[in-house]
C-alpha cells in the first residue's frame, strides 16, 4: 500500500466521519492526522525520504491516531476498533526491516490499554447522541475497511502471483534464445517419459548442433553469434508442433523433445528442419556453417538421461562419419 493511498484511505474515513456525526473533536483529529499523512507523502517523493516518510507514518498512526481518536470517539462501541485492526494490518504490510514490526504490535498493546481505560474511566469517553448514529457508525465503517482490506489483499496476491510467475519464467527459459533451458528440459523430460511409460505411446528425442559456430563469433563478434543463435532457436519454434518442448542446453547445443513421436516420423521432421536450417546457412557459407541432428526413441527401462546420451551419442558419431568420409553436408539424424 502506498503512502499516497494511505491519505486517500484518511480522506474517506473522515467523510465517513461527518456522516455518521462523530464528535467534533474526533473529527478534527482526523483532518490532522490527513494533513500530516500529506505532508510525509509530499516528503516521500525523494526516493532518498521515502524511508523516513514511512517511518513517521508509522510514528502518526500509533502514537497520535490510535490513542487520540479512541480517547475523542465512544470508544470499543464505535467503529474505532476496526481501524486499529486495519492500522495493524497497514503497518504489518509496509514493514522493511524486522524492527518495525514493533509498531503494529504496539498499536496491538495500545489497544488492551485503552480498553482497560474505558472500563475504568466511561466518562472520558463521548458516548452517540442515538443507538441509529452508532449502528451507522459501525456499518458504514465496518465496509470501509473491509474493502480497503480486501482490495489490498488482491492486489498485494495479484502482483505475488505475477512476480512468482516471472521468477518461474526466468529460471526455466533461456534468457537469449527465448526457449526452455536444460533444468526445465530435463524436469519435464522426466515427466514426459513417465506418461509414456503409462500410455504405451513413443517419444523421441532430437539432438541439434552448430557446426562452426565458433568461427561467427571468431570473425563475425559475439553479437553476430548471439543473433545466429536467436535465429536457430526462431527456426526451431517454426518447424516443431506446438506440444514439442524445445531448449537450449549449452552454447551451440540444442534439444527438442517430441512426445506421442517414433523414430521415423521425428526423421521426417528432421527433414523439415534441415530444408530451413539449409536455407539459413548459405549466409555463412564461407564460414561452413551448418546444423547436425541426432535421434533417439525411447526404449523399455531407459531413463531420460540415457536416451539424452543416446542422441547426443549418435548425434557425433555422424559428424565423425562425415568428416571422416568428406561429405559435403553435416545435415543427418545420425541412426545406424
Not at 500530516?36 to 516521500?44: A, D, E, G, Q
Not at 497497514?90 to 504490535?105: C, D
Not at 533417439?296 to 538421461?305: L, P
Not at 542422441?311 to 553436408?329: F, N, P, Q, S
Amino acid at each position: 500500500m502506498s503512502l499516497l493511498g494511505i491519505c486517500l484511505l484518511s480522506l474517506v474515513i473522515l467523510v465517513s466521519y461527518i456522516i455518521t456525526l462523530r464528535p467534533l473533536i474526533n473529527t478534527l483529529t482526523m483532518i490532522t492526522i490527513i494533513f500530516i499523512c500529506l505532508f510525509f507523502y509530499r516528503f516521500s517523493r525523494n526516493q532518498n525520504r521515502y524511508g523516513f516518510a514511512r517511518i513517521g507514518l508509522f510514528v502518526l498512526f500509533t502514537f497520535l491516531y490510535v490513542p487520540f481518536g479512541f480517547f475523542t470517539s465512544p470508544g470499543s462501541i464505535s467503529s474505532m476498533p476496526y481501524y486499529i485492526l486495519f492500522i495493524i494490518f497497514m503497518e504489518t504490510l509496509l514493514a522493511v526491516n524486522r524492527w518495525e514490526y514493533a509498531f503494529p504490535l504496539s498499536v496491538m498493546g495500545l489497544h488492551i490499554l485503552l480498553l482497560h481505560m474505558e472500563l475504568r474511566m466511561p466518562d472520558r469517553f463521548i458516548p452517540f447522541d442515538s443507538e441509529s448514529h452508532r449502528i451507522l457508525d459501525l456499518s458504514i465503517n465496518y465496509t470501509i475497511v473491509a474493502i480497503f482490506m480486501m482490495g489490498i489483499t488482491v492486489f498485494v496476491m495479484d502482483r505475488y502471483n505475477r512476480h512468482s510467475k516471472m521468477l518461474r519464467s526466468l529460471s526455466i527459459t533461456d534468457k537469449l534464445t527465448g526457449l526452455y533451458n536444460r533444468l526445465y528440459l530435463e524436469e519435464e523430460g522426466v515427466k514426459e517419459l513417465h506418461r509414456c511409460e503409462r500410455t504405451g505411446e513413443n517419444l523421441s528425442l532430437m539432438f541439434l548442433d552448430l557446426n562452426n559456430f565458433k568461427r561467427i563469433n571468431d570473425h563475425l563478434g559475439h553479437q553476430e553469434g548471439d543473433r545466429v543463435l536467436q535465429e536457430v532457436s526462431r527456426i526451431i519454434k517454426e518447424n516443431t508442433r506446438d506440444y514439442d518442448l524445445a531448449a537450449r542446453i549449452g552454447g551451440d547445443e540444442f534439444v527438442i523433445l517430441l512426445p506421442s513421436t517414433t523414430g521415423e516420423m521425428a526423421d521426417k521432421q528432421i527433414r523439415r528442419l534441415d530444408d530451413a536450417f539449409r536455407d539459413y546457412s548459405r549466409r555463412y557459407e564461407d564460414m561452413e556453417f551448418s546444423v547436425s541432428f541426432g535421434i533417439a526413441e525411447s526404449r523399455d527401462s531407459m531413463t531420460f538421461y540415457e536416451l539424452m546420451n543416446l542422441a547426443d551419442k549418435r548425434l557425433y558419431r555422424h559428424k565423425a562419419r562425415v568428416k571422416k568420409e568428406g561429405e559435403g553436408t553435416l545435415f543427418g539424424t545420425g541412426e545406424e
